[in-house]
């Protein structure tokens, strides 16, 4: 399974895609969580990759193309992956043809979750993030157990500095100019696959399990 998230910022990408992949057990390549924990460690990747994000602009093409390229390679995105945040521009979907298509592999399904941007503005204004394992919260529709406590790991929950809602405005506009362009891009391409992204998130699980269906093991 070679699949692409593509959506807005706070459509409900990040809260699926983790899920997805870890249930068919495929690799989860999230762009954002890499220049979230490169920008933690300080490195020069984050340093570089900090400046856009708290403007809630992208970051340069070539930047992206080659951490995704590097991150492809790896041994556990040889058969399938979740892209998550990536490609989000036209320049980066071009390198992505060529990356995969230099391997002789293309993808299977290119997913666009569609949603207003007044309920995106909202949502991000509840979002709350694990510092430890990166799991997404959300205070009105999807909160932890105990509050700004993560359910799974136990580590602290925090507000994303690019949710300030001056922030989400700019990444939306961004997304509008830059990232929309690629549905077309893909439906011209009979990859494109809709989904309403306002219902629930196990609403849209179900949606994605049937979309994708388990293959049966070998073993039974
Ligand atoms: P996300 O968690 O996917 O919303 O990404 C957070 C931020 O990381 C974005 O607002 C961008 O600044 C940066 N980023 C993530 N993915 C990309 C990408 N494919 N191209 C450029 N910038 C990106």
Not at 55 to 61: E, F, H, I, N, R
Not at 148 to 177: A, F, M, T
């Amino acid at each position: 399974m070679r699949v692409v998230f593509l959506g807005p910022p706070g459509a409900g990408k990040g809260t699926q895609a983790p899920r997805l992949a870890a249930e068919r057990s495929c690799a989860h390549v999230s762009t954002g969580d890499i220049f979230r924990a490169a920008v933690a460690e300080g490195s020069d990747l984050g340093k570089r990759a900090k400046e856009f994000m708290q403007k809630g602009q992208l970051v340069p093409d070539d930047v992206v193309n080659d951490l995704v390229d590097w991150r492809l390679r790896k041994p556990d995105c040889s058969e399938s992956f979740v892209l998550d945040g990536y490609p989000r521009t036209l320049p980066q979907a071009e390198a992505l043809d060529r990356n995969l298509g230099a391997r002789g592999i293309r993808l299977d399904a290119v997913l666009s979750f569609e949603i207003g941007d007044e309920v995106l503005i909202d949502r991000a204004s509840g979002r709350l993030i694990c510092r430890g394992c990166g799991a997404a919260y959300n205070t009105r529709s999807a909160p932890p157990k105990q509050v700004g406590v993560c359910d799974r790991c136990s580590q602290p929950l925090y507000r994303r500095d690019d949710d300030r809602p001056e922030v989400v405005k700019e990444r939306l506009r961004v997304y509008r100019e830059q990232t929309q362009p690629l549905i077309a891009y893909y439906q011209e391409r009979s990859l494109l696959r809709t989904i309403d992204a306002d219902r629930s998130i196990q609403v849209i699980a179900r949606e994605l399990d049937r979309m994708f269906p388990r293959e049966p093991r070998s073993d039974s």
